[in-house]
């Protein structure tokens, strides 16, 4: 027993060794393909498979080559932001939610991180849809900030300490307009920073990062991340470091700032409260693979995975007297070594005849909802 588990979880230096030289190879290949000078058109220039989407997410796996083995962080997504539309992506955390959003921006740590299969489809308009997986950096740099932004995780972290507020914000502004002037840029900036809420605009804008609350600063991100009004936003937990009221001002900001400038909103988070009050469809994920998907009604009022039904009971009930809330058991799989089976099975208290064979296939219980799961195979519908 004790030899099982020193190899489970023990790597010699010969091993980590001759694991990074491999790694190594793989990366170095991807990176020189991916820095060559002149790359066609054709490569990276795709159609929607629905032109009412915004973005399109088909079979993406992305990795992350470690001296310990390859981590396969998101291992097959597949999911649609429709234009217009909220999608909120839960999980616990380590489920590959951020990576998935990282993947899309081309924003994953290179060259350890590679998006290695799949297509991420992003429909600029006017009949014109990229495929980022394969986009070069030069295109990358027009699509981010015009057509696509994120709002980041902690505000502290993405805001530089050492320039003022609205060096910041301007900086964004001037990069993608080139044309325009140092005033009609300060201008933009102070509209930017009222539009999100920002009384006393003006004093901000000579701020220091420091000198903003966790609110305040998370604000600025937001208008950082609206200031060139693009198609979709990508909004990376956004109310984590916040308290309940600012947290309900700056989700509230969101939704009134997508209806003004009609975009869509990729929303990642594992507060289920405000997916459902944000959120038009829901997809979960799991140890980097997507368990279910579908509208928000969809998976609130019938979760049929059994991580999702999990989900759904751990949250505290208001009115409801509980001893204790309800904790999934067990923990995730080792991220390097992942098995061939269903993924959840090992913590799964709902387990079917079936559940030891191959990971299970995606079964269609509506036009919109899709489970991972053998229970969902015809005759094992039940809850």
Known sequence: MAGNKKSANYISAKESREISRRNRKITTEMEKKRNRKNIPESEYVTNMKNPDNCVEFDNVHTYFFTDIGTVKSVSGVSFEVPQGKTV???GESGCGKSVTSLSLMQLVQRPSGQTVEGEIRFNAGDGKAYNVVNAPAEVMQKLRGNYMSMIFQEPMTSLNPVFRIGEQVDEVISLHNPDMSKEQIKGRTIEMLDMVGIANKEG???????ELSGGMR??????????????LIVADEPTTALDVTIQAQVLDLLRKLKDEI?????LI???LGVVAEMADYVVVMYAGRVIEKGTAKEIFKDPRHPYTIGLMNSK????????????????????????DYCYFKDRCEMCVAGCEGVYPQAYQISPTHVVSCYRCKEGGMSK
């Open 269 to 271: 988070t594992h507060d």
């Open 262 to 266: 009609n975009s869509s909103i990729m």
């Open 316 to 339: 505290p009930v208001v009115g409801k007297h509980i001893d204790r809330l309800y904790s999934i058991p067990g923990s995730v799989p080792n991220p390097v070594d992942m098995p």
């Open 204 to 210: 901000v804008y000579r701020m220091y990062p420091h």
């Open 88 to 90: 909120g992506i839960v």
């Open 218 to 231: 998370q604000r600025i991100m937001i208008a950082m991340a609206l200031a060139c009004s693009p198609k």
